[in-house]
DNA sequence: TCGCCTTTT
DNA sequence: GAGGGAAAAGGCGAA
């Protein structure tokens, strides 16, 4: 039997989840070009029919993936058809005038810095900028993996203190990426009615997760304030209320279901804080004895377990030493024991299978190369990942089906516009309250009621005119 | 086209 | 012994 392969530059294209077994369904038919990934990608272009009898004859040896197919994956599309048509209505107005006072900024911030290198320097060159803060300026700034002076983001807040051109720059960085990214391009992708609207790629991500581009709305800006005045020039359509749901700590629940780690199935049903609480075990505490800086050392751990974090990963991300982080690392297991346990019994059948599975089924292949014997660090927290995000994403669609056939199927007035992998956003008339009252509790319970879990699923609701000033509902 | 950087969940 | 936190899109400079 031939093995998938696993190719890091073509796998986007090739062999993330279905496609390696087909290749070699259709290798073992007779129908070999070459390689499996040649073979599968002409296949692909020249005889769609061939291939879509072979992937249904595949799907039918498996019930789970066959049911994950037709009943969420197939839905599902005319759903993210029906969103993207829609759009989303963005003020171009508004969104020049951000764009004239970020232009303001810069030019400051340009002025500020050309002072102090003499201009002659392209601030957005990584390269010119590492050079003159090393040579001139006396940055001792590390180096990138090729050997150049990094200059990234947390690289030079190590010295913000001790350069006040850092902080210029540092500001420059983050106007003018909002300036390319998020004003400029914006406003060309526009209709005739302000509308934007984005692609929803189903397939592309190896989670299961859905990708947006041309453009991206998934990666509109939160952070800075003056992220939040862009996110606030999408608005909603004349008469009615652009309304938010978000999955409250969707992908912590569903670790907490898979692992069935019971201190954190208690947690979610009593609606405690669970960085909170992973805080106080952690340092061994009680709950109510927890500081803000322990809380948040309790939400990198619980982050960084979901992605398989090592000690030297979160001894940097945490600014403490690798022995501390790996104590860190150590108590949490100790504290849940049941997480520990569950990802041993995965990576153990992992190896043992070369494959893995989510909650609904969606799988993925293990193999980094064909034959290999043991799983490399990458390829352990890739996997480590995987269940946790890939479920949460299968949530997340069957959602949205979910919402076609119970909420918008019957009201026609009502409007699912984005998704942004825990969060979706909807368009709902305001003008009779009561209804729109109704309808918003409606959707919550299709969201709650999703897919039974150990435990509770709970969403917090936004409403408003624009998507960065949503305030709480209720 | 690749590498670096920044934005999100 | 090196590299050492998941999944993305996209702008820009350098080659």
């Not at 807040?157 to 902080?167: E, G, K, M, T, V």
């Not at 989510?358 to 043991?374: D, H, I, S, W």
Request: hydrophobic share 35%; charged share 25%.
């Amino acid at each position: 039997m031939l093995k998938p392969i696993w190719d890091s530059k073509t796998s986007k294209d090739f062999s993330a989840n279905f496609d390696c077994y087909i290749a070699e369904a259709l290798l073992s038919d007779g129908h070999s070009i070459g390689t499996q990934e040649e073979t599968f990608k002409k296949y692909k272009v020249d005889n769609l029919l061939e291939l879509a009898r072979v992937q249904e004859q595949l799907l039918d040896k498996n019930s789970q993936l066959k049911k994950l197919f037709n009943k969420i994956e197939m839905p599902l599309a005319k759903v993210l058809f029906k969103m993207e048509q829609r759009g989303i209505l963005l003020n171009t107005k508004q969104l020049k005038q951000v764009g004239k006072e970020i232009e303001g900024m810069i030019l400051d911030l340009e002025e500020e810095i050309n002072k102090q290198t003499g201009g002659g320097l392209n601030i957005n060159s990584p390269i010119q900028l590492g050079h003159f803060l090393v040579e001139k300026v006396g940055v001792p700034l590390g180096k990138t993996k090729t050997g150049k002076y990094a200059t990234n983001e947390s690289e030079l807040s190590l010295y913000n203190d001790q350069f006040a051109i850092i902080s210029h720059i540092l500001s420059y960085r983050e106007l003018t990426k909002l300036r390319s990214t998020y004003v400029e391009s914006l406003i060309t992708k526009t209709d005739q009615n302000d509308r934007v609207h984005t692609t929803y790629n189903q397939v592309y991500v190896n989670t299961g997760r859905l990708a947006s581009s041309n453009p991206n709305l998934q990666n509109i800006p939160v952070s800075s304030p003056i992220g939040l005045e862009i996110k606030s020039c999408f608005v909603a359509s004349e008469g009615m209320n652009l309304v938010s749901f978000d999955y409250s700590q969707q992908e912590l629940r569903v670790l907490a279901h898979l692992a069935d780690e019971k201190e954190l199935i208690k947690a979610f049903k009593n609606n405690q804080d669970v960085h909170t609480l992973t805080a106080s075990k952690l340092f061994n505490i009680s709950y109510e004895q927890v500081s803000k800086q322990q809380r948040a050392v309790g939400k990198t751990i619980n982050f960084g377990i979901i992605y398989g974090m090592s000690s030297y990963g979160m001894s940097t991300g945490l600014h403490i030493s690798e022995a501390d982080a790996a104590q860190f690392i150590k108590n949490f297991y100790i504290s849940y024991p049941s997480i520990k346990t569950y990802y041993d019994e995965y990576l153990k059948n992992a190896k043992l299978n070369g494959v893995v599975e989510t909650l609904l089924g969606r799988r993925r292949y293990v193999f980094e190369f064909p034959g290999q014997k043991f799983i490399s660090n990458n390829m352990r927290r890739v996997l480590m990942n995987y269940p946790v995000q890939g479920s949460a994403a299968d949530l997340m669609k069957k959602a949205m089906v979910d919402v076609q056939e119970k909420i918008l199927d019957i009201y026609p007035d009502v409007f699912l516009l984005l998704q942004i992998h825990d969060d979706l956003v909807f368009e709902i008339p305001e003008k009779d309250n009561h209804r729109m009252k109704k309808v918003i509790n409606e959707i919550k319970d299709v969201l709650c009621c999703v897919y039974p879990l150990a435990v509770p699923l709970v969403v917090e609701v936004k409403t408003g005119k624009r998507w960065g000033e949503l305030s709480s509902f209720k």
